[in-house]
């Protein structure tokens, strides 16, 4: 059994409208360190493939069909097998 | 009529196209997987699945769109409105994407487009420049693609509308959502798939406010000869 967490976020060519507000909320409080920022969103997921290569081939397939847009969105996934 | 769960501008869009311009419209649940021999696919405006995940992002995997693509492979005229838009876009019928609005928030009000494109079968009873009055209501309207694509659309006369001013003047106080070149409306490369977000039929009754949205309907009926 596998434990999958992909981050997906907007590409760095495409605007941040939230992120930006986050960023700016940051640094009303006072943060002034934060120069950069983005929101993202974050999935977790167990799957019961067999080995990691498929289990990372479904996750890529997963990713391009439903949970990421690739026009706007790029995406980073950590596996772990879980014993 | 294609109804997805979430779909709430249905009944509107039914009622410009039955009580305003006495044209036989039907309802098709998302479930169904035929939309029959019909002239028009309207996917409607609304929060189809609850917006979950991205706009559109879900509704495309229904059961009905299957039908609804092979309707526009055969070349036959769909218009995605507000999240019928989303959909098109998430679907691959239309490309690019939908962002946020760039202020954050959900905007609905009336605003004015300039017709870009006058030959389309959704456009043919508009003329060039002409200024429509339509509402928005949306809170992902922020158009984005590539600029490779954008190139595309530009050259190919692919976008339909842009936002604009009054008087028909371009520029980000006239854009309400920060949408990529003022992008209200787009259409595919064989021009029978029309993508916008302001509201035809909210539009297409003068006692509402205006009329204007009316022309886009009285286009598809003259290039569908009905």
Redesign the interface.
């Known amino acids: 059994m596998f434990k999958a967490k992909i981050d997906v976020t ?1 590409k760095k ?3 941040d ?2 992120g930006q ?1 986050v960023l700016q909320a940051l640094h009303s409080l006072g943060y002034g360190t934060v120069d950069a920022l983005r929101v993202g969103k974050h999935f977790e997921m167990t799957l019961q493939s067999e080995d990691r290569k498929r289990a990372e081939s479904e996750i890529k397939l997963m990713c391009e069909r ?2 990421v ?1 690739p ?2 969105e790029q995406y980073t996934v950590e596996l772990e097998e879980l014993r | 009529m294609i109804v997805f769960p979430g779909s709430n501008c249905d009944t509107d869009c039914w009622h410009v196209l039955r009580d305003v311009l006495n044209i036989q419209v039907d309802f098709v649940w998302h479930k169904e997987t035929n939309v029959g021999g019909v002239d028009l696919v309207v996917l409607p405006g609304g929060f189809s699945y609850g917006d979950y ?2 706009t559109g ?1 879900i509704a495309r ?1 229904s059961p009905v769109m299957q039908a609804v693509q092979e309707h526009a492979r055969q070349g036959r005229a769909v218009i995605g409105i507000c999240n019928g838009f989303q959909v098109l ?2 679907t691959g019928l239309l ?3 939908m ?6 928030r959900f905007v609905c009000k009336h605003i004015y487009v300039k017709t870009e494109n006058v030959t389309s079968l959704f456009t043919n009873r508009l003329k060039h420049g002409e200024i429509l009055k339509i509402p928005i209501a949306h809170g992902e309207g ?1 158009y ?3 600029e490779q694509t954008l190139e595309t659309l530009e050259q190919n006369n692919r976008i339909a509308f842009r936002y604009c001013s009054e008087q028909g003047t371009l520029g980000d106080e006239f854009n309400p959502n ?1 949408s990529l070149a003022h992008i209200a409306g787009i259409l595919n490369e064989r021009g029978n798939i029309l993508g916008m977000m302001p509201h035809p039929e909210r539009s297409s009754e003068s006692m509402l406010g205006s009329g204007d949205g009316r022309k886009i309907w009285e286009s598809i009926l003259s290039a569908a000869n009905v």
């Open positions: 907007l060519s495409v605007l409208p939230q507000t439903l949970l847009n026009v706007i | 995940l991205r992002a995997f876009l998430e490309p690019g994407a962002l946020r609005n760039r202020s954050l922020n984005f693609c590539d920060g």
